[in-house]
């Protein structure tokens, strides 16, 4: 990478950064890190969805690359700070599609657009058993999370738009094409559960050569740097844009020299591992099992959890029930004797490895608040224990398990996964902006 020394204005030394533009579902961020990689400078921006001619609510793709544009042009005018390097990160499973002379097409679909009956009865006729697929491709049927099946839904469903499209580019491609108008694909983008990709060929599924969509992908990337583009006059690198969760992993992989597992902790509870060595199973797949691919085309086994939204709703139940304020369990503390009375209770979430209908509980069961917490956590604790051993493939004996994100700093959830796993050296590990720092390890 070439590298430009930091610009001198006024005798006063500019800090040298890499800038990156991390783009979530709700914000929209641009981060400046230093040498040190430590973060120097954050402007965030919100804005409301629009609605696709079909009427769901979808990403406002037109205010969103002229924000970024604009963040661009305000960043060369602070003379506080010399950009070297940009980088981009967003979530996953959309697509920008743009016609021969680099205009959208569409719109920036929302991946929990509902996809037809009839289009997957279509499908499936045609390209085989939808769990066959999904092995193959190491991507549960998701619908338009697939976000190769929005391109098979725009052939079928909207053909005229589909005839447009000369190029099809995964959401950080296109953050990128922005900035260098280079054209490329990449395979963190590719390998999220898009359906896309057969991960036992190390190539495109068959099904997506016979559509002939391969052919509206550009060529896959290797490369962290895509192109260049200009800094108040100066050309600098630019790289190929990351899928969010393989660029939350990075910062990990540069920790640790030796194989690990992390759990990411918030809503959902995913428990990574970039050292899978064996393809995902069907029964992987359906106890919520998938593969990424790391920025090197590597397999990470990922088994996803949405306890942390049980977490949530049921914290403001036992709010409302034991009269106490929606943040209460933040002040308990783990009590051995509350919690042997509180595991022989009904349990309060459900077993995403059973199929037996689940009903909460009455809260009456419970004496206090803490006995009603006490007994979330140890059932949240059981259903991660089976998930960790998903994704570490049965053999998680002596490795680290690194946890971030808000269960991180929860002791209680620490202490007793600690205890009922103790083969792992569990370390609760937060990385600030983990996203975007991963995104900005790539370019230095």
């Known amino acids: 990478m070439v590298y430009y020394p930091p610009i001198i204005s006024n005798r006063i030394k500019m800090i040298s950064t890499t800038a990156i533009f991390d783009i979530g579902k709700t914000n929209k961020k641009i981060l400046l890190f230093n040498d040190a990689l430590e973060l120097v400078h954050e402007v965030q921006q919100n804005f409301n969805e629009i609605e696709d001619e079909d009427g769901s609510p979808c990403e406002n793709l037109k205010e969103l690359t002229n924000w970024m544009l604009n963040a661009w042009k305000n960043i060369e005018q602070d003379t506080r700070f010399h950009v070297k390097a940009l980088n981009f990160t967003t979530y996953g499973a959309s697509f920008v599609h743009l016609d021969a002379h680099d205009i959208p ?4 679909y929302n991946y929990l657009k509902p996809f037809p009956e009839h289009l997957s009865k279509q499908f499936y006729k045609k390209y085989g058993n939808p769990i066959d697929i999904a092995t193959t491709t190491a991507s549960p049927v998701l619908g338009m999370l697939n976000s190769g099946l929005q391109i098979y839904w725009l052939k079928y469903e909207h053909p005229l738009l589909f ?20 054209f490329a694909s990449e395979f963190t983008s590719i390998g999220c559960h898009t359906m896309i990709w057969n991960h036992e060929k190390n190539n495109y ?3 997506v050569i016979e559509e002939g969509i391969d052919k509206l992908f550009p060529k896959i990337s290797r490369s962290p740097e895509l192109g260049t583009t200009l800094f108040r006059g100066i050309k600098i690198p630019v ?7 393989s660029s939350a992993l990075i910062p990990y992989l540069k920790k640790s020299k030796e194989p690990f597992l992390l759990l990411s902790t918030g809503t959902w509870c995913i428990t990574l591992n970039p050292f899978a060595k064996n393809n995902i199973t069907q029964e992987e797949l359906s106890k919520d099992c998938l593969n990424f691919l790391t920025f090197e085309g590597k397999q990470v086994k990922a088994s996803r959890l949405f306890i942390g939204n049980d ?10 029930h034991f009269f106490r304020e929606k943040d209460f369990y933040k002040q308990i503390k783990l009590d051995k004797i509350i919690l042997e009375k509180a595991k022989s209770k009904t349990s309060l979430i459900k077993d995403y490895y059973q199929t037996e209908e689940f009903k909460i509980p009455d809260l009456d069961v419970f004496e206090t608040y803490e006995e009603a917490y006490h007994k979330l956590i140890w059932d949240m604790v059981q259903l991660q224990k089976k998930s960790i051993l998903i994704a570490s493939e049965n053999d998680y004996k002596g490795k680290s398990l690194f946890i971030d994100g808000g269960f991180s700093r929860n002791p209680i959830f620490i202490t007793l996964l600690r205890e009922a796993i103790p083969e792992l050296k569990i370390e609760s590990y937060e990385i600030n902006q983990g996203t975007a720092l991963g995104a900005c390890m790539m370019m230095n």
């Open 105 to 108: 097409v569409t719109p920036l």
């Open 163 to 182: 005839n447009k499209i000369a190029h099809s580019l995964h959401f950080p491609q296109y953050c990128s094409w922005l900035f260098t108008k280079e």
């Open 205 to 207: 599924h068959d099904w």
């Open 239 to 245: 790289g190929t844009g990351l899928h969010d969760s």
């Open 311 to 320: 977490h949530e709703i049921l914290t403001k139940r036992f709010a409302a």
